[in-house]
């Protein structure tokens, strides 16, 4: 399966100096299938450890050992020696020995030749659990769910994905068969078990049978790693994210969790449902300036879930919508192609903000700051294309660049461009003209 974040593991490789790599991401995304196709691919060896199922990992970090004597311990239990430039090791599970995060920097010190991957699917939440990171000593990279052109390779279309990213004019003529994969992409989404399975079987049924296991293995995650008292504030936050979505204005409003709710009450559960990885907080901006950052409302946002295949799960769509036009994208009122941005977005390294001024109806869906500019990016979910809400975003700031992406065609207008969705990952790839 191809996933961008193996091409940044292969430039950490070719590295004359490096630091040991910390990979995060949300349970099943894939990290630890990413560590050892590296291994496989670019290494003699490997030596694969997880501190979740190897108990005596936890004993070898916590005696406050020497990196040499934690390495002779490590290829005792792998069986073969661990070779500087030749042996990949991944330490997988981390956050389960926080001693273990700790000795990464010693590793950076003393043993800079050798190539140390490590991950965790809650390292977020350990971090905010008191796990001292040796900052300045590793790296971070964060992998997602696979992004709309991840999938396209998954389903054998390699070609095609060429043809999106160098602009071909033949885009125009496939637009139909785009669509469709489109629709194919909203509904199993980019968990990698899920897209597997369906690239094997093209069967809708069990796409959504695996994902609904997901759902569930995440809310049993509440109960094993979240503190005890913040459970059933985290339940009520996550079971709520479709209504506080659908609804008129998708502003997250506490009161929809309980009456006369508030944001002291809830706002830890949902710091650990973003810090878990199971969601994306997009803060509303009332001014677009630079740095974007600054003119953040941080008690003003929306919230969305970390995978739109899991969103229709959570939301039970039936498969039968794919067969109806392009209906797909009109439902729960559009919010799907808005997680479909988001999350090619987010995966492009983009931190996303919405717009709203604090007096008036106008919004715009999303604004980014891409290299030195502020770019606001209005989402339509259909081919109906009026952009009332972006114009008046043009006539208070007048941005060099506006961008709608819709299902209609390409189209460059005075103001304004048009991006059709399928090319929107494109489009974001390639520099913007100053």
Request: net charge neutral; with cysteine.
């Amino acid at each position: 399966m191809y996933r961008n974040a193996y091409n940044l593991l292969f430039q950490w490789k070719a590295k004359n100096q490096r630091k040991p790599i910390i990979i995060q991401g949300v349970r099943q995304v894939g990290k630890t299938w990413l560590m050892k196709e590296l291994g496989r691919n670019e290494f003699s060896q490997t030596a694969y450890f997880n501190f979740e199922s190897t108990k005596e990992l936890q004993n070898i970090f916590s005696q406050g050992l020497k990196t040499t004597e934690i390495l002779t311990a490590l290829q005792i239990l792998c069986g073969f020696p661990i070779r500087p430039k030749e042996t990949l090791v991944i330490l997988d599970e981390i956050q389960a020995c926080p001693d273990a995060v700790t000795a990464l920097k010693y590793f950076q010190e003393e043993q800079e030749n050798l190539h140390i991957l490590a991950a965790g699917s809650l390292l977020g939440v350990a971090i905010h659990q008191g796990v001292s990171f040796p900052v300045g000593k590793v790296e971070f990279v964060t992998l997602y769910p696979l992004t709309f052109y991840e999938f396209l390779h998954a389903m054998g279309q390699e070609e095609l994905v060429n043809a999106l990213e160098q602009q071909s004019p033949v885009i125009e003529t496939l637009a139909p068969l785009l669509t469709t994969f489109l629709k194919q992409y909203y509904f199993v989404g980019g968990m990698p078990e899920v897209v597997a399975r369906f690239v094997e079987t093209k069967d809708y049924k069990l796409a959504r049978e695996l994902q609904t296991q997901l759902l569930q293995s995440y809310e049993n995650d509440f109960s094993k790693h979240a503190p005890y008292l913040l459970i059933p504030r985290i339940r009520l936050v996550w079971q709520s994210i479709l209504a506080q979505l659908t609804k008129e204005n998708a502003k997250f409003t506490y009161n929809l969790l309980r009456a006369g709710g508030r944001a002291k009450d809830f706002e830890m559960a949902i710091e650990w449902l973003k810090d878990a990885g199971m969601v994306h907080k997009i803060h509303r901006i009332n001014k677009a300036g630079m740095p974007i950052q600054s003119y953040a409302q941080w008690n003003d946002f929306k919230m969305y879930l970390c995978d739109i295949g899991l969103l229709c799960a959570m939301g039970d769509l039936s498969p039968v919508v794919l067969l109806q036009d392009n209906q797909l994208f009109v439902e729960f009122k559009g919010i799907l192609t808005e997680q479909f941005i988001l999350q090619q977005l987010i995966a492009a390294s983009n931190t996303p903000f919405y717009w709203r001024p604090e007096n008036g109806t106008a919004e715009v869906d999303f604004v980014i700051q891409k290299e030195n500019q502020i770019i606001p990016i209005e989402v339509k979910s259909s081919t109906n294309v009026k952009s009332r809400s972006l114009r008046v975003y043009f006539d208070t700031y007048q941005p060099r660049h506006c961008l709608r992406t819709s299902l209609a065609g390409g189209k460059h207008q005075d103001w304004m461009q048009n991006v059709p969705l399928y090319s929107f990952p494109a489009w974001l790839s390639r520099g913007i003209p100053q």
